[in-house]
């Protein structure tokens, strides 16, 4: 059966185009849940999985996508199928296929790429490195991004860990400080691992604000658990304050009874 599903995937043609130009920016946070080949059977696996990542994309139409837990086979199999989009990569370490990534696409013929880069969650950002109770390597990935209208912005998409909280507000004020310093537009993204109010969120919240806030209502879970765990709202995008929110919220969908990932992708359409 595995096998059936992987020369369906290996000779999937399907192609997602980045969308027109438009006046508002859609950006999508999406965790993809990673190549994980001993453990995840049947419809939880990536070969069955990768077709309805696709698809969702297309639903969403992102100019810029942040996705987490990408694998290098992951990754090739998105550049391959995502046209018109260039990316940004950094693996947190060198583990071969196991390496884990945030990166970020973006439509290519709408922005300028003006600056990128990798740093890691810890005392020792620009080195491969973490602090010691944390469980693994983790990062933040960016990009500076200049738009056909001349609106210039710096996207961070954001990975933490997720067994110890006291990590997370250590790891997450790594990130804060580049926002801080960043004296541009900013949007961060990402699986903060961290439920609303948690201590780790609070310089987020002070110098952005959350998508779903602009709206002033919740619109559900994003971690889904591939329907056999409680679910959790623990994926954010974070907005410039001053931006004009046109819409957000969560796709829930689920193709012939798969889900596409153990989150659901959250998204925002602005205009900065």
Known sequence: MRFLSYLKYAFLRKRVEAPALRDDVTVV????RYFNHNADFGNCHWY???KYVLKMIERLQPDVLCLQEVHPPQYSFLKKHLVGYSSVIGYREDRGVHSEACPIFYNAARFTLLDSGTFWLSD???????FED?????????????DKDGTVFTVYNVHPD?????VRIRQLAVLADKVRNNEGKVIV???FN?????????PFEEMLKDSKDFRGDVFGATFNGFGEKPEEWIDFIYLPKDCTLVDTGI?????DGVYPSDHYPIYAKVKL
């Open 124 to 130: 020792t950002p620009d080195l491969q490195s973490k």
């Open 162 to 166: 997720y067994r110890i909280e006291e």
């Open 251 to 255: 796709d829930k969908t689920i193709f």
């Open 29 to 32: 946070s999406y965790n993809i």
């Open 194 to 202: 961290a439920v609303k109010g948690e201590k780790c969120l609070e």
């Open 134 to 146: 944390s469980w693994h390597y983790r990062i933040s990935t960016f990009v500076t991004l200049r």
């Open 189 to 191: 993204t990402g699986d």
């Open 48 to 50: 069955v999985r990768a």
